[in-house]
């Protein structure tokens, strides 16, 4: 027995009907782009969230999570509205909300959660909670729903009953990812493929710099950054800023006040960097990443203004140690950055930013390689 299995036996009294997994992500390219229908490419991460589930007959949802080791949160299936859940309960009792809200009624269940994906640092901590509830519901009852429409409920979740307005991209990246490879996301039209990214092959790294800076997507700054978006499409008379390509941005600057004129042009070039991402991908080219990524912090700095003083500096000095290119990641306002180097140069550009960190006097970051792995799945 597994030493989740074993804590849910502990904590439930019963062993679990089975154990599920749904991994953090890294966006390569693509962000604050899901939401006004436009492209990203995200690769899931080896950390993932493990839920250790059992159905019950009452109509109970319990909850337990290994972080903290605090109560059972405990909850009544047929009452979950949003607004009645305001802890970290409020993303797995989300997705069944969800469920319930589609016309599907599952009943209720144990819930055991462990994670090993870094909270508040940019990687998707909540999307990979709620989809691996997503997917642990999905098999307890038999619900008979694909990995996309899983994610779907996951982003549901955490738009109605968390409170949060993000995009589909962390959902869509935790449940449908593969090892391996990138995951073209495209939020119009709904195509998602998979596309070979195996760096490590190619003597490259991908590196994790989490600045420890937390960041909370719930706080209003995310939702504000949205309505801007929003706001600049009604003024352009677009459905929506995917509709826009880089030959209309001069007149997007001339037509909009410029903090929105801003908004669109990070957006506009973020859409064209992932489509010049995958093809340089496509032909087996993967370092050709690296200004990508560079121009894509560079606007998410200066245009969508969502960095902040220790990305920045991780950034700088990345790429004055050797780094191939690297940017912030994730919804913005601190988390963490991604950094593409070749193989051998990774330990000294590491240690040049870790260095950086303490004579800024900011916490020592957490740094880590990662590889494109696997989207959500069950695992016993």
């Known amino acids: 027995m597994s030493p989740y299995e074993d804590t849910f036996r502990r904590v439930y009294g019963a062993r679990p009907e089975g154990v599920w997994a749904a991994p953090g992500r890294v966006n390569l390219i693509g962000e604050h782009t899901d939401y006004n229908d436009g492209l990203a490419l995200p690769v899931a991460i ?62 209720g269940a144990d819930l055991h959660i ?38 779907l409920m996951a982003q549901r979740a955490e738009n109605g009953f968390a409170g949060v307005p993000c995009g589909a991209m962390d959902q869509v990246a935790s449940a449908c990812c593969a090892s391996g490879a990138a995951l073209y996301l495209d939020f119009r039209t709904g195509v998602h493929q998979q ?28 939702a504000a950054l949205r309505a801007g978006c929003e706001r600049a499409a009604r003024l352009l008379g677009v459905p929506a800023l995917r509709d826009l390509g880089p030959v209309d941005l001069p007149r997007t600057v001339s037509e909009l006040p410029a ?74 306002f601190g988390g963490s950055v991604i950094v593409l180097a070749r193989e051998h140069r990774t330990e000294a550009i590491g240690a040049a930013v870790t260095a950086a960190f303490r004579s800024a006097g900011y916490q020592v970051p957490h740094l880590f390689p990662v590889s494109p792995a696997a989207g959500a799945r069950r695992i016993t």
């Not at 195996?198 to 960041?215: E, I």
């Open 195 to 222: 596309v070979p990214f195996a760096p490590q092959a190619r003597g490259l790294s991908l590196l994790v710099v989490d600045t420890r800076v937390k960041h909370d997507l719930g706080d209003g700054a995310y």
């Open 114 to 151: 462990e994670s090993a994906v870094p909270i508040g640092a940019g990687l998707s901590s909540s999307a990979a909670l709620e989809c691996a509830v997503a997917f642990a519901y999905n098999d307890l009852y038999g619900l008979g729903l694909g990995a996309l429409d899983l994610a």
């Open 259 to 332: 903090n929105l004129a801003r908004l669109v042009r990070h957006v506009v070039t973020d859409n064209a960097r992932v489509t010049a991402a995958v093809a340089h991908l496509r032909a087996g080219q993967p370092a050709a990443l690296g200004p990508i990524l560079s121009e894509g912090h560079a606007s998410l700095r200066d245009d969508f203004r969502i960095s902040c003083a220790e990305s920045d500096l991780a950034v700088e000095t990345a790429l004055a140690h050797g780094a191939l290119g690297a940017r912030m990641t994730g919804g913005g």
């Open 46 to 107: 080896p950390q993932n969230t493990l839920v250790a589930a059992r159905r019950r007959q009452d109509g109970r949802l319990r909850l337990h999570s290994a972080q903290g080791d605090g109560p059972v949160v405990d909850l009544d299936v047929d009452r979950l509205t949003p607004g009645t859940v305001t802890t970290w309960g409020a993303y797995p009792a989300g997705v069944v909300w969800a469920l319930r809200e589609a016309g599907l009624r599952p009943g």
